[in-house]
């Protein structure tokens, strides 16, 4: 049996040992490892004798000092040496990545042949061979596990620059409009660069083109249309020619272009994109510009210039320098990246919601009476709720979290044989089983993000009942979350006044009777209070009349996207 002080091993490492020494006995020989001081950390004896520790570790001792007086050492190690008459042979190892000693160890593999001479020699060649293959496979997986290790070092060094992105990304307020920032900025700026006024454009989608718009500003400063048009034209021809930005003063000399008559000196910084606006030569580029006032970029290495920074009239000094040039192209390039990363956020919400409302009308498809279930059980959820809110302090995020678990409710319905979901008749006892598991099945899919953390109770809460006859686990009263519970009254709600193949459809003023005779047995006496007493038929006509009809298409399609940045803040 092996006798071990393995602590310096990993398992892989024991293993890979144990099995060797296994073989090793298997043709009468005993199998010993000693570390890089010469103590035996494993001994095999299967072979029918026994070997002396002390005698192990004086060749392995032996073994060491010669490796580490080899001029190479590199072809030294997984060599095979023998000692004392042959009895013993051995080899160099190298610790492998999943030991606990240092890097860079080495270790004595050592076979012992036995006191018999007979034959020694010939089984020292032999298994001399034996132990040189086993070195190289050694050598082999241990490179194998350092490679491993490099590259699992490398996914942790790229997902700690993603989570460092993430935290500059947040302090500086991703979740919070452009102007809001912006504004921030030219506010910070005019605190240490004294002017009489200083602006930011941005470029906007407006009737489907693009324009630079003023979004943020301080002190006096007139741009319109034509102003903006001039500025955008001779920054361009100002980047065309290497310039970092465009000054024009009459300081020294002249000013260069024809400004209106209340700018004395000047300075415009471009805010970019990734493709920053590259120089190249005068007359590349060209901007056209409309009577309505829109952009049009024209020539090679236009770039991405998404903004504009501009400042008039320095109060302290005669004209912008380069030190401002420094600092405004600074502050411009913060202001760009805040812009993208917003820009690029926003764009991953919509995707997001997009593809949670995809998954949920994927769902809602399988059987034709429950087409826009989930979007109108999010709906009633975030109404519920924010009247819940006004009694119950809840915050604007816990409502946008009610919203997406009222979206997802049924999104373990995905796990459910779709005859069992479509099936017209009564389903048996097998089927009911089946169904009340998609619950579980919603939980379990959504488990692996963590994000998802606050809306997973809603979707394995929403069939839970006061009383505790719900499923998936009969919690009663408070044990129910309370998204569980409004997801669930919502939920009921809509099922109530929709088609159903198993029974007729209920009138508003049914449905809203049923769940109060229900109260304190399957929905939560306040919850259910709360809706009772809103005003249903409101929510009722907002429901017929389509939610993207009555709130604006576009402002409810944002809501799904602003609902979703509560995962991540």
Same mark, same amino acid.
């Given at each position: 049996?092996?006798?071990? &002080?393995?602590?310096s091993?990993?398992?892989?490492?024991l293993g890979?040992?144990?099995?060797f020494?296994?073989?090793?006995?298997?043709?009468?020989?005993?199998?010993?490892?000693?570390?890089e001081?010469?103590r035996?950390?494993?001994?095999?004896?299967?072979?029918?004798?026994?070997?002396d520790?002390?005698?192990?570790?004086?060749?392995?001792?032996?073994?060491l000092?010669?490796f580490? #007086?080899s001029?190479?050492?590199?072809?030294?190690?997984?060599?095979?040496k023998?000692f004392s008459?042959g009895r013993?042979?051995?080899t160099?190892?190298?610790?492998g990545?999943g030991g606990?000693?240092?890097?860079?160890?080495i270790? &004595?593999?050592?076979?012992?042949?036995?006191?018999?001479?007979?034959?020694?020699?010939?089984?020292?060649?032999?298994?001399?061979?034996?132990l040189?293959?086993?070195?190289?496979k050694h050598?082999a997986?241990?490179?194998?596990?350092?490679?491993?290790?490099?590259?699992s070092?490398?996914l942790a060094k790229? @997902?700690?620059e993603?989570v460092?992105?993430?935290?500059?990304s947040t302090?500086?307020?991703?979740?919070?409009?452009?102007?809001?920032?912006l504004q921030?900025?030219?506010?910070?700026l005019?605190?240490?660069?004294e002017?009489e006024g !200083?602006?930011?454009?941005?470029e906007k989608m407006?009737?489907?083109?693009?324009r630079?718009?003023l979004?943020?500003?301080?002190?006096?400063?007139?741009?319109?249309?034509?102003?903006?048009?001039?500025? @955008?034209?001779?920054?361009l021809e100002?980047?065309s020619?290497g310039?970092?930005?465009?000054?024009?003063?009459?300081?020294?000399?002249?000013?260069?272009?024809?400004?209106?008559?209340? !700018?004395?000196?000047?300075?415009?910084?471009?805010?970019c994109g990734?493709?920053?606006?590259?120089?190249?030569?005068a007359?590349?580029? *060209?901007?056209?510009?409309?009577?309505?006032?829109?952009?049009?970029?024209?020539?090679?290495n236009?770039?991405?210039?998404i903004?504009?920074m501009?400042?008039?009239?320095r !109060?302290?000094?005669q004209?912008?320098?380069?030190t401002?040039?420094?600092?405004?192209?600074?502050?411009?390039?913060?202001?760009?990246?805040?812009v993208?990363?917003?820009?690029?956020?926003?764009?991953?919400?919509?995707?997001f919601?997009?593809?949670?409302?995809?998954?949920?009308r994927?769902?809602?498809?399988?059987?034709? @009476?429950?087409?826009?279930?989930s979007?109108?059980?999010?709906?009633?959820?975030?109404?519920?709720?924010e009247?819940?809110?006004?009694?119950?302090?809840?915050d604007?995020?816990?409502?946008?979290? !009610?919203y997406?678990?009222?979206?997802l409710?049924?999104i373990?319905?995905?796990?459910?044989?779709?005859?069992?979901?479509?099936k017209?008749g009564e389903?048996?006892?097998q089927e009911?089983?089946?169904?009340?598991?998609?619950p579980?099945?919603?939980?379990?899919?959504l488990?692996?993000?963590?994000?998802?953390?606050?809306?997973?109770?809603?979707?394995?809460?929403?069939?839970?009942?006061?009383?505790?006859?719900g499923?998936?686990?009969?919690?009663?009263?408070?044990e129910?979350?309370?998204?569980?519970?409004?997801?669930?009254? &919502?939920d009921?709600?809509?099922?109530?006044t929709?088609?159903?193949?198993?029974?007729?459809?209920?009138?508003?003023?049914?449905?809203?009777?049923?769940?109060?005779?229900r109260?304190?047995?399957?929905f939560d006496?306040?919850?259910?209070?709360?809706?009772?007493?809103?005003?249903?038929?409101?929510?009722?006509d907002?429901?017929?009349?389509?939610l993207?009809? *009555? @709130?604006?298409?576009?402002?409810?399609? #944002?809501?799904?996207?602003?609902?979703?940045?509560?995962?991540?803040?």
């Amino acid at each position: 049996m092996p006798d071990t &002080a393995t602590e310096s091993l990993s398992s892989s490492e024991l293993g890979q040992f144990k099995e060797f020494g296994d073989r090793a006995g298997r043709v009468g020989v005993n199998f010993a490892v000693c570390d890089e001081e010469g103590r035996v950390v494993l001994l095999c004896e299967q072979s029918g004798f026994s070997t002396d520790k002390s005698v192990v570790s004086n060749a392995a001792r032996r073994l060491l000092k010669w490796f580490r #007086d080899s001029d190479d050492r590199r072809a030294a190690k997984c060599g095979v040496k023998s000692f004392s008459e042959g009895r013993f042979v051995g080899t160099i190892l190298e610790q492998g990545c999943g030991g606990k000693q240092m890097p860079g160890s080495i270790w &004595a593999a050592i076979i012992d042949l036995g006191d018999e001479t007979n034959s020694r020699d010939h089984r020292s060649v032999m298994l001399g061979e034996m132990l040189s293959l086993f070195a190289e496979k050694h050598e082999a997986q241990r490179r194998s596990a350092e490679q491993m290790d490099m590259i699992s070092n490398e996914l942790a060094k790229t @997902y700690e620059e993603l989570v460092l992105l993430y935290k500059i990304s947040t302090n500086m307020g991703i979740v919070e409009p452009d102007a809001n920032f912006l504004q921030m900025a030219c506010d910070s700026l005019t605190d240490i660069v004294e002017v009489e006024g !200083i602006a930011v454009l941005q470029e906007k989608m407006i009737d489907e083109e693009k324009r630079f718009v003023l979004v943020a500003g301080s002190g006096l400063i007139d741009i319109n249309e034509e102003m903006t048009v001039t500025f @955008y034209n001779r920054l361009l021809e100002a980047m065309s020619n290497g310039r970092e930005a465009l000054l024009d003063s009459e300081v020294d000399s002249p000013f260069k272009y024809e400004w209106a008559s209340n !700018i004395r000196n000047m300075i415009a910084v471009p805010l970019c994109g990734k493709d920053k606006i590259r120089a190249g030569a005068a007359g590349e580029r *060209t901007r056209q510009a409309g009577q309505d006032g829109t952009v049009t970029c024209r020539g090679p290495n236009v770039g991405n210039l998404i903004g504009m920074m501009v400042a008039i009239n320095r !109060i302290d000094k005669q004209d912008f320098d380069s030190t401002d040039v420094k600092l405004f192209n600074s502050v411009a390039s913060e202001c760009a990246v805040f812009v993208e990363n917003n820009r690029l956020f926003s764009e991953l919400k919509e995707l997001f919601i997009g593809s949670l409302k995809a998954l949920t009308r994927s769902i809602d498809a399988k059987d034709r @009476y429950t087409r826009g279930h989930s979007e109108r059980v999010a709906f009633i959820s975030k109404w519920l709720a924010e009247r819940l809110g006004q009694q119950e302090g809840l915050d604007e995020e816990q409502v946008h979290k !009610i919203y997406l678990a009222g979206l997802l409710h049924d999104i373990g319905k995905v796990g459910i044989d779709e005859a069992v979901l479509c099936k017209k008749g009564e389903l048996t006892e097998q089927e009911q089983s089946r169904l009340r598991m998609h619950p579980s099945i919603g939980a379990n899919i959504l488990s692996g993000i963590k994000q998802m953390r606050e809306i997973i109770p809603g979707v394995l809460c929403h069939h839970e009942r006061m009383d505790g006859t719900g499923y998936p686990d009969e919690l009663t009263g408070d044990e129910i979350p309370l998204v569980g519970k409004i997801v669930g009254l &919502a939920d009921c709600f809509d099922a109530m006044t929709s088609e159903r193949v198993y029974r007729r459809v209920l009138t508003v003023e049914e449905a809203v009777a049923e769940i109060g005779r229900r109260l304190g047995t399957q929905f939560d006496e306040k919850v259910g209070r709360v809706f009772v007493d809103s005003d249903v038929y409101h929510l009722w006509d907002i429901m017929q009349e389509g939610l993207s009809k *009555t @709130y604006g298409a576009e402002d409810f399609s #944002d809501y799904g996207a602003t609902a979703v940045g509560a995962l991540i803040r």
